[in-house]
């Protein structure tokens, strides 16, 4: 029977080669997955930037007065500067 204390210096020479390939491969992983998360966070970065935010201001009357509202509309989709001078006529 083999002592557990006393391991051949073989064996644990192995281990060690086993585990340096190991921590290797798990570096390598580390550093692929951080460069896919950049990747796909600067993917959504570009993808929402493609939208423009429409400022609204709207002009209300008050029991004091007038007052000014400054707001956030809606999104535009990939419409063109004719596209929003120029409302569509709508089909009876």
């Not at 557990?4 to 580390?30: Q, S, V, W």
């Not at 990747?39 to 004091?64: H, K, L, M, P």
Request: glycine residues 8%.
């Amino acid at each position: 029977m083999m002592d557990e204390k006393n391991i051949p210096y073989f064996f644990h020479e192995g281990d060690m080669a086993r585990m340096e390939r190991t921590n290797k491969r798990l570096f390598i992983i580390c550093l692929v997955l951080i460069f896919v998360l950049l990747g796909t966070n600067g993917a959504w970065i570009f993808y929402e930037s493609r939208f423009e935010d429409i400022t609204v201001e709207q002009e209300v009357e008050t029991g004091e007065g007038s007052a000014t509202i400054t707001g956030v509309g809606d999104i535009r989709y990939g419409e063109s500067e004719a596209d929003r001078e120029s409302p569509q006529e709508e089909n009876p």
